[in-house]
């Protein structure tokens, strides 16, 4: 008896597994919401008066401020993925979260752009 | 025509933005959460520009100080910018593989490399004209 080649043992189609895709999706949401503090933090160094004690000041109220809904934010993106992979016919809906992740950085940058060339 | 297709051709009505999911079927969702990755991947490198540009100004290095300042502005330009690029290139890319086309060229990463390569040959004659 003869082995089946592999083609005829691929399935015609992919299974649509998921697997680890949705875990990857949630750390790489969390690394990029530490990335905003940290450039959130180093932005704050320009702001006018930043200096000594009050940069220090400063960079602990960014901290506080957006860490608990950077933390909120990454926890519901992955249950709202989660929960919608286990559908039949996963509906992701991401294009707002991605629509304010992406305007939120464009106006650190023109926010640091300002900084930097108003003195 | 299946319940599952029919489920998949349906119009999408509530889900931002509209000019990609009101096209095509649902794709697989490994592929829809690549492209999400992708574009997160853009947003901090987009971020590591902006923390660049911001850093030259701030640490007031010993360099000669308009192409200094030149070199940060050209960063947080690009940082601004970048994302803007990403997030329409995510939104190609989706209804690109919703529709079963081939996948758009991305104009990101051209801009990306020529505002390396401009800010790399300003710091280099700002070390070398401080």
Redesign the interface.
């Known amino acids: 008896m003869t082995e089946p080649s592999a083609a005829s043992r691929a399935p015609a189609t992919?299974p649509?597994v998921?697997?680890l895709?949705?875990e990857?999706?949630a750390l790489?949401?969390r690394?990029?919401l530490l990335?905003?503090t940290?450039?959130c933090l180093?932005?704050g160094?320009?702001l006018p008066g930043a200096d000594g004690f009050r940069t220090l000041a400063l960079a602990a109220a960014v901290a506080l401020v957006l860490t608990p809904p950077g933390w909120w934010f990454a926890r519901s993106h992955a249950r709202h993925?989660e929960r919608?992979?286990r559908t039949?016919?996963?509906?992701?809906?991401?294009?707002?979260r991605?629509?304010i992740?992406?305007?939120a950085?464009?106006?650190?940058?023109?926010g640091?752009?300002t900084?930097?060339?108003v003195p | 025509m299946p319940a599952a297709d029919s489920a998949r051709t349906a119009v999408r009505a509530d889900r931002f933005p509209r000019w990609v999911y009101r096209h095509g079927t649902e794709p697989d969702a490994r592929f829809s959460l690549a492209n999400e990755r992708t574009i997160l991947a853009w947003v901090r490198t987009s971020l590591g520009l902006i923390a660049g540009g911001t850093a030259l100004e701030t640490l007031d290095l010993p360099m000669e100080p308009h192409l200094r300042l030149a070199s940060a502005v050209l960063l947080l330009l690009a940082g601004a910018a970048v994302p803007v690029l990403a997030a329409l290139e995510w939104a190609r890319t989706e209804r690109a593989m919703r529709e079963s086309r081939p996948l758009p060229g991305a104009l990101t990463g051209l801009l990306l490399v020529c505002t390396v390569t401009t800010v790399g040959v300003l710091l280099l004659l700002a070390l070398l004209l401080r």
């Open positions: 992919p649509e998921p697997g895709a949705a990857r999706t790489a949401w690394r990029t990335s905003f940290a450039a180093v932005a160094q320009t993925t919608h992979l039949p016919v996963p509906r992701l809906r991401h294009g707002r991605i629509a992740i992406c305007g950085t464009s106006a650190l940058g023109v640091g752009l900084l930097v060339l």
